[in-house]
C-alpha cells in the first residue's frame, strides 16, 4: 500500500528544494541551478531571479521584495552556482541590497550570471487599503484552458521544456493561437499559473510566474528566441493560497527589441504582482 | 543693440550643464547637484537618474541607456556629488553597469543617494523595423493645454518649484481637475513635454521626462507626496527633435505604494521611452 505523502507546501516543494541557497558566509551563498526550470534550453530567468531573491532576502533585514530588478548578462547553466550579496541600506521600512550570481568556467574562473538590485520589505506590515483601478483578466474556466501536455507532442516550444513539466500552466486558447500557425496578432498571452506539485504561490514564486509563459511575441507571429536583457517586478501583496492568473502583453517591439508587462492576479482578485520586462529579438536563422 | 543668443541645443544647455559630470578618475565623476531642478523642495528623481545616466555612458563602451534603474536611498541636496561607476560587462551590442551617487554630510562622511543599474548600447544601430501596436496620447494642442505659469500664483505644488521654470510643461487639461478640487478619479496625467531653452530632446532628457510631470496620484485625490523609492526607465529610439509627448497613469494604488507608468513619444510619433516607478504614499499630516 502507498504511503500518504505530505502535499507540498510553502518551504516544502520542488520550487523551494531549486532555490535553495546555503550560506557560506557573511554576504555569500552557494546554490545548485537546477536543470529542471529550463526553456528554450536555457534555464528560466524568473526562476534565477526568485533563487537571487531568495538569498538577498536571507541577507537584507527586510525579507520580501517589493520592487527587484534583474539585467541577464551570460547564460546560466544547471550546476553550481555562488551568488554574492551586499547591503546597500537598511532601513526602518525598506531595505536595498544588490546581489551577483557566478558560476565557473572550466579554468575555475568566475563569470557573472545576473546582477540583481532590489529593495525589500514587510508584506505583513502593509496598510491595508486598496484603490487599485486595474481588473483581472478575463480567462476561461481552467478546464477550457490548454497546458503543455495538450500539446502534439507535449512540447510547447523547441529545445528542453523541464520547466512545463515543474508549472500547471493553463493557456487561454484566444492567446495561442500560434500553436496552431494562427496567432492573433495582438501580443497577449494570459494563463492560470501554479506549480505541479500543488505548492500555494508565495512572494518569491511570483517572480517566477511573471516569466513562465510562453513569449508574447508569440502571438505576433514571431517565434525567434527573446532573450532577456532586463526584468523588473513590483511584489504588492503576499498572494493568497490557490491558483493564479497571470496576463502579459507586448505594445512595443521596435527595433529589435520588445517590453513585455506581466500582471499577476490571485485567487483573492489582488493583484499581486507586476513586472515589465526588455527583450531582445533574435530571429530564427 | 542686444546679441543675438544662440539658442540652447544638446550639449549647450541649462540641462547639459546641471548634468555636466567630470571625470576626476577611472570610474570616479564630480558633479554639482543643481537648485534648479527641484519640486516638492526634492530634487527631481529624473534629474539625478540623467546626470547619473550619463557618467555611466561616458564609462561605459556603449553610450546611450537602453534599460537603467535607481533605486533612491537618500534625499539628495543641491551642492557638490560624487559619483562611482562599475562595469559588469562589456558586450558587443550591450553592455552593463553600476553606479552609485552620493554627497559627503557634515562630518565628511559619504551618504549614499541612489543607486543604479543599467544596460547600455548603441541608438543607432538599432534595427529600422518597427511593430508597435501602442498608440500616442490624445492630447488637445499645446495651445489648450496648461502649464506653471497658468496656476493662481505660479506654483503647481507646494514647496520649492524651480524645475517648472527649466521646463515648458503644457498638461492636458482633463487631467489637472485636481488643480481645481476636482480630480477626474482615473489616475492619469498627460503632458506636451520641453526644456524652457528650447534644447531638442536626447536620450538623457527622456529620464527626466518620465519623472516630470505632477503625480497621478493627486488625479486620484489624494494630495500627498509620493517619494519614488525605484524607477525603471527603458529608452527605445533616439528622439527626433521637437515636443514630446508624455502620458503617465497609475492602476494600483495600493497598501501605502502605487506604481506609476509613463510613456513618452516623439514628434515623429515613436514610443521612445517606457518607465514604471514605484513610490510611496505620504499622506499629508
Known amino acids: 500500500m502507498a ?9 516544502n516543494s520542488e520550487f523551494d528544494r531549486d532555490t535553495a541557497v546555503s550560506r557560506r558566509g557573511p554576504g555569500v551563498f552557494d546554490a545548485t541551478l537546477s536543470e529542471g526550470w529550463t526553456i528554450f534550453d536555457a534555464v528560466n530567468g524568473g526562476y534565477l531571479l526568485a533563487l537571487v531573491g531568495r538569498a ?28 554574492r550579496t551586499e547591503t546597500i541600506r537598511a532601513g526602518r521600512t525598506l531595505s536595498t541590497g544588490q546581489a551577483t550570481l557566478v558560476q565557473y568556467d572550466a579554468q575555475g574562473a568566475p563569470v557573472e550570471r545576473l546582477r540583481v538590485l532590489a529593495s525589500y520589505g514587510d508584506l505583513d506590515a502593509l496598510d491595508p487599503e486598496v484603490r487599485t483601478s486595474a481588473k483581472p483578466p478575463v480567462l476561461p474556466p481552467v478546464e477550457q484552458c490548454l497546458g503543455a501536455s495538450d500539446a502534439p507532442d507535449g512540447k510547447v516550444v523547441p529545445g528542453s521544456n523541464a520547466i512545463t513539466e515543474r508549472l500547471l500552466l493553463k493557456l487561454d486558447p484566444a492567446t495561442i493561437g500560434w ?21 500555494d504561490p508565495d512572494p518569491l514564486s511570483l517572480l517566477l510566474a511573471v516569466d513562465a509563459l510562453p513569449p508574447t511575441a508569440f502571438d505576433l507571429g514571431l517565434m525567434g528566441w527573446m532573450p532577456t536583457v532586463e526584468l523588473t517586478v513590483h511584489v504588492r501583496h503576499r498572494p493568497a493560497p ?3 492568473r497571470v496576463a502579459v502583453a507586448t ?7 520588445l517590453e513585455e508587462d506581466a ?18 529579438v533574435v530571429q530564427p536563422g
Chains 1, 2 share one sequence.
Open 56 to 83: 538577498l532576502g536571507e541577507e537584507l533585514p527586510h525579507s520580501d521584495p517589493f520592487s527587484i530588478t534583474a539585467h541577464y548578462l551570460t547564460a546560466s547553466r544547471p550546476g553550481p552556482a555562488e551568488i
Open 251 to 257: 505594445r512595443n517591439l521596435a527595433h529589435g527589441f
Open 179 to 199: 500553436a496552431v500557425g494562427q496567432p492573433s496578432g495582438k501580443g497577449e498571452t494570459r494563463a492560470w499559473f501554479g506549480l505541479a506539485d500543488g505548492r
Open 242 to 244: 490557490g491558483p493564479l
Open 263 to 280: 500582471e499577476v492576479w490571485d485567487s483573492a482578485d489582488r493583484l499581486v504582482a507586476q513586472s515589465r520586462q526588455l527583450a531582445r
Open 3 to 11: 504511503q500518504a505523502i505530505a502535499p507540498a507546501s510553502i518551504g
